[in-house]
């Protein structure tokens, strides 16, 4: 930090240069903005995390949270002052210390392991809010599964463990598919059958349970009528 050119007060104010100044003036309000910024809305920054099952278990998690919560107050506090005007030396040592202060306690909130996956996570989350992904339903659907894998898996070594909860959703996925298509042919002649039923106030139960062995018979596909009522006939 340049030294104040004034002996009385310690402010940056005044001096033979005064561009100069208003520069550092410029730039110091911009770096107390985003100290301010962060500090105050570091908890939003981290929802995208959830380190319950690890960091939670670690006995100082409650201490190491509590001392978060007490310099990030601090920061806002010393970056408020620096925006409210004041730029002497002792409200700008404040606000560098305070940050600092700040800085070393978020690092210290998680282990270096759980921190990579937070990372991974605010960038996804960030990812997420970009317009060009947004309109493509696909990038959506897959930043989603993405966030559900960081969560359920954070904090897990091995990478087989990580890729399991998303192995386990594609042999799922997998198998709704291999179902449905295995399925059309008869769920299309079931629909046919709906629209042409010659009682048009049949409810969907009664017509779900006379058709079920139907298909059994005609297809050898076994169906209960609970499914052919839920996900065979038209919905409405």
């Not at 340049?2 to 911009?30: E, F, N, V, W, Y």
């Not at 107390?32 to 939670?56: C, M, N, Q, T, W």
């Not at 629209?195 to 409810?203: M, N, T, V």
């Amino acid at each position: 930090m340049a030294q104040s050119r004034k002996r009385d007060g310690g402010s940056l104010a005044g001096g033979p240069d005064p561009q100069s100044d208003t520069l550092k003036r410029i730039s110091l309000m911009t770096h107390a903005r985003e100290i301010h910024d962060f500090a105050k809305g570091y908890k939003v920054k981290l929802r995208s995390f959830a380190p319950d099952s690890i960091e939670a278990q670690r006995p100082d998690h409650g201490c190491r949270m509590k001392a978060v919560e007490t310099s990030a107050l601090g920061a806002v506090s010393a970056a408020e002052r620096v925006l409210s005007g004041d730029l002497s030396r002792a409200a700008i040592a404040s606000l560098f210390d305070t940050a600092r202060g700040f800085e070393e306690a978020y690092r210290n909130m998680y282990s270096a392991e759980s921190w990579a996956w937070l990372e991974l996570g605010i960038y996804l989350a960030e990812a997420q809010q970009d317009p060009k992904i947004k309109c493509n339903p696909v990038a959506v659907t897959f930043i989603d599964a993405m966030l559900d894998l960081v969560q359920t898996a954070s904090g897990e070594l091995d990478f087989r463990s990580v890729l399991r909860p998303l192995e386990r959703q594609i042999k799922s996925e997998h198998a709704r598919h291999v179902a449905m298509a295995k399925n059309s042919r008869p769920r299309d002649w079931v629909r046919e059958q709906w629209r042409e039923r010659p009682d048009k106030g049949q409810s969907k139960a009664a017509f779900a349970r006379q058709y079920a062995p139907l298909v059994k018979r005609r297809f050898d596909v076994p169906v209960t009528p609970e499914t052919i009522a839920r996900d065979w006939l038209p919905k409405g």
